[in-house]
């Protein structure tokens, strides 16, 4: 089996939180910052150029991703008996990516627009190392003991414990194994992202199909992963929320991918 932190947070000098949610970001805000860095340099780009980006990019993904998942979950905040400030309570977990993808694309575009860069550049530049930083975000999740799926006797069945929302400690654990889904899409998103990698090297993708490609493979694994998940979510047309916004994302980028296939290559589009 699979053991689970029994604290998620300590504190500095007794007063200072340090989160283990907030650490895990930080570290997948890195590594997509140092492989971008390397891979905008090889397309050409500016030296310093990404961290002008992530400068505009990340607080508004951080931003547009706690947006997305109150606004799918509403009535985790806004129910009758729910404190609507947990609406702001980052820590505690809970980051749409199609938010964080959407805000911090816009952040992304604004300092291309800035530095003279073409976006769709730097969105090929940005996207196994984006999704490397939501893998490494998942540890989070599994620091929060959140996002687990249904029972299971599998011999990676994940031990679940309850915690304290005041403390960050276990006040008590949940009866069986469950199916760590953190860790599901951890190994799948790194997967995606060292597919990426070979693909754009092997086919010499541009125009921002890398970034397709990735939310094309992304999108695949979301599905399957977040069909074996049990925490609470939204339903639409019977199927889990995020399970019917990959299809849609799916569909948008495999299209997208396929335009700029039969498009004849010329200098990057701004």
């Avoid at 993808?101 to 300092?111: D, E, F, N, R, T």
Wanted: hydrophobic fraction near 50%; aromatic fraction near 14%; glycine fraction near 12%.
């Amino acid at each position: 089996m699979i053991p689970s932190p029994t604290q998620n947070v300590w504190y500095l000098f007794g007063w200072l939180p340090l989160r283990a949610y907030a650490f895990c970001i930080i570290a997948g805000i890195v590594v997509a910052v140092v492989l971008t860095d390397r891979r905008l340099r090889a397309r050409g780009g500016p030296p310093g150029a990404v961290t002008e980006i992530a400068l505009w990019a990340v607080p508004l993904g951080i931003i547009g991703g706690r947006i997305y998942h109150v606004v799918t979950d509403p009535e985790l905040y806004f129910a009758a008996g729910q404190n609507p400030w947990n609406a702001l309570a980052i820590w505690k977990g809970g980051l749409g990516i199609w938010g964080a993808v959407v805000l911090g694309g816009l952040g992304a575009w604004i300092a291309c627009r800035r530095l003279g860069l073409s976006f769709a550049l730097v969105a090929d530049a940005v996207a196994p190392g984006l999704v490397f930083a939501q893998g490494i975000g998942r540890l989070g999740n599994w620091f929060n003991n959140e996002l687990y799926g249904g029972p299971t006797s599998l011999p990676w069945g994940l031990v679940v414990h309850q915690l304290d929302p005041a403390t960050g400690h276990a006040i008590g654990t949940l009866p069986g194994t469950y199916h760590p889904t953190f860790l599901y899409e951890l190994l799948w998103d790194v997967g995606v992202g060292f597919l990426v990698i070979w693909a754009d090297k092997r086919f010499k993708l541009g125009r921002g199909q890398a970034f397709a490609l990735y939310v094309m493979a992304y999108t695949v694994g979301r599905f399957w992963v977040e069909a074996l998940r049990t925490d609470h979510v939204n339903h639409f047309l019977g199927i889990r929320l995020n399970d019917f916004t990959s299809v849609v994302v799916f569909v948008a980028a495999l299209a997208y991918f396929l335009w700029k296939r039969e498009r004849p290559k010329v200098v990057e589009e701004a």
